[in-house]
């Protein structure tokens, strides 16, 4: 069991560790089912801040009216940091040369969470003599490992995120 548990921490650092975790962006993409005009190709997307007090129309109206063509959105509501780099690799993805987003603070959650802790048994061996020293035997005696609950507090924030691809246009 212990090498089990081990193995087990091992794998998910590995996971962690290589950058294996999902990019929220591109899990939250949605496309625009037409693109107006023919798209022109870009090295790496310029990246802003999404306008307040806009909606996602009239940017992408502004935005046409500047030569770009509205690709796609990614909206959603979580408590997972996303990092700007991730907006920018899916719009390298997607053929955006432009990357409008925003993060905005909601709330913060706070509860108590239930984590199963594992404490790892034991075994012993003892050598049985008799008075004179010699061998008699050993005795090998095996404590098992105890699982048990411990109620963790947490407090995380909660984020809206939403972000606007683009493709530069011939018109």
């Known amino acids: 069991m212990r090498n089990y548990l081990r193995q087990t921490l091992f794998c998910l650092s590995i996971l962690f560790i290589s950058g294996c975790a999902t990019n929220q962006f591109?899990?939250?993409?949605?496309?625009?089912?037409e693109v107006q005009g023919d798209i022109l190709a870009c090295e790496t997307p310029q990246v802003g801040n999404l306008p307040k007090g806009f909606t996602v129309e009239q940017i992408a109206e502004d935005m046409f009216e500047k030569g770009f063509s509205l690709l796609g959105i990614a909206d959603w509501i979580g408590s997972t940091y996303e990092p700007e780099s991730e907006a920018v690799a899916q719009g390298e993805e997607v053929g955006a040369c432009v990357v409008l987003w925003s993060e905005t603070y909601i709330r913060t959650e706070t509860g108590v969470?239930?984590?199963t802790r594992y404490t790892p048994?034991?075994?012993?061996?003892?050598?049985v003599r008799d008075?004179?020293?010699?061998?008699l035997g050993s005795a090998t005696t095996d404590t098992p490992g105890t699982s048990y609950i411990e109620y963790v507090p947490y407090s995380r924030a909660v984020y809206g995120?939403?972000?606007?691809?683009f493709a530069k246009t011939k018109k």
Do not use: C, P
């Open 121 to 127: 048994g034991s075994t012993s061996t003892t050598t």
């Open 113 to 115: 969470e239930a984590v």
């Open 131 to 135: 008075r004179t020293g010699s061998y």
């Open 26 to 33: 591109n899990t939250e993409y949605q496309a625009v089912l």
């Open 161 to 165: 995120y939403r972000s606007m691809f």
